[in-house]
Antibody
Framework: EVRLVESGGDLVQPGRSLRLSCAAS????????MHWVRQAPGKGLEWVSG????????DYTDSVRGRFTISRDNAKNSLFLQMNSLRPEDTALYYC????????????WGQGTLVIVSS | QSVLTQPPSLSAAPGQKITISCSGS????????ICWYQQLPGTAPKLLIY???KRPSGIPDRFSGSKSGTSATLGITRLQTGDEADYYC???????????FGGGTKLTVL
């Protein structure tokens, strides 16, 4: 069974940093691209960042580029999101997601970890 | 920039059939593959449709997808109260190198 378990969400003040983690199990982690998608309270889905299986290609949405850093540790089946200079508009539930191989689809979603940026 | 437009809400009675539209504003939309996601209240999204019309294993054939030109459609037949959820279309925009989501459609089954 594919499992994606996020952690690290918290209440933080604007300008501070936070590191999210996603522990993957039930599949060959190093075979898949992994991404982060967020959802602000009561709002829709917003893609944040993605990383290929070997970290060879990394992408960010414009609003987080330069502030967030995605990374992965294939030996530990883990995905990370380092979030710096946090803003109130970064408040959201952050989902770790697995990208399908050979088709364009977000196949699996974790349950999310909540980040609240507020003073 | 790619934008996917969905109706904000829909309502229908149990047993009926509904369709949810997703229109693209990018000239590349015609060549993009569309996914559809169901988000039940308080849960993570779940993949319903990929490659415009294909269903993952375990998704009932009451759910269908289609795409023509700059518009995609999710169809749900024999509506059940358990289908009450938010539905999102999405596509990978290869020029932006970003996933783009529609704004979501809240389906109410009265």
């Amino acid at each position: 069974e594919v499992r994606l378990v996020e952690s690290g969400g918290d209440l933080v003040q604007p300008g501070r940093s936070l590191r999210l983690s996603c522990a993957a199990s039930g599949f060959g982690f190093d075979d898949y691209a992994m991404h982060w998608v967020r959802q602000a309270p009561g709002k829709g889905l917003e893609w944040v960042s993605g990383i290929t299986w070997n970290s060879g290609r990394i992408d960010y949405t414009d609003s987080v580029r330069g502030r967030f850093t995605i990374s992965r540790d294939n030996a530990k089946n883990s995905l990370f999101l380092q979030m710096n200079s946090l803003r109130p508009e970064d408040t959201a539930l952050y989902y770790c997601v697995r990208i399908a191989v050979a088709v364009q689809a977000i196949e699996y979603w974790g349950q999310g970890t909540l980040v609240i940026v507020s003073s | 920039q790619s934008v996917l437009t969905q109706p904000p809400s829909l309502s229908a009675a149990p047993g009926q059939k509904i369709t949810i539209s997703c229109s693209g504003s990018n000239s590349n939309f015609e060549y993009n593959f569309i996914c559809w996601y169901q988000q039940l209240p308080g849960t993570a999204p779940k993949l319903l449709i990929y490659d415009n019309y294909k269903r993952p294993s375990g998704i009932p054939d009451r759910f269908s997808g289609s795409k023509s030109g700059t518009s995609a459609t999710l169809g749900i037949t024999r509506l059940q109260t358990g289908d009450e959820a938010d539905y999102y279309c999405a596509t990978w925009d290869s020029s932006l190198r970003a996933w783009v989501f529609g704004g979501g459609t809240k389906l109410t089954v009265l």
